[in-house]
Nanobody, 122 residues
């Protein structure tokens, strides 16, 4: 069983930055890909960014150039650095993991964190 715990959300003004963390525990040694998704009120869960153990990354077009996903394997933590935040980025952000590769479909992910709220004020 893999457990994921997000942290780092909060309230920020437009143009500001936040860094989200996703810490994994209970890892059983399999190769996992990790992704960030977000869900705004009344909308579906949307892919944001993904990373696999070979450090291949993928970004949604809406965040490309503003968000950066990275991993620290020693800490079993994946980060999402979010810069130039916009009100449209307001959502609950979830990290998710699956056996490789990283894909964009939320239904393909086996493990999910509880989510962290990000609110961007205009």
């Amino acid at each position: 069983q893999l457990l994921l715990a997000e942290s780092g959300g909060g309230l920020v003004q437009a143009g500001g930055s936040l860094r989200l963390s996703c810490a994994a525990s209970g890892h059983n040694g399999r190769n996992f890909a990790t992704a960030w998704f977000r869900q705004a009120p009344g909308k579906g869960r949307e892919f944001v960014a993904g990373i696999d153990p070979n450090v291949r990354v993928d970004y949604a077009d809406s965040v490309k150039g503003r968000f950066t996903i990275s991993s620290d394997n020693a800490k079993k933590t994946v980060y999402l650095q979010m810069n130039s935040l916009k009100p449209d980025d307001t959502a609950v952000y979830y990290c998710a993991a699956r056996t490789i590769p990283a894909v964009r479909m939320p239904g393909a992910y086996e493990y999910w964190g509880q989510g962290t709220q990000v609110t961007v004020s205009s």
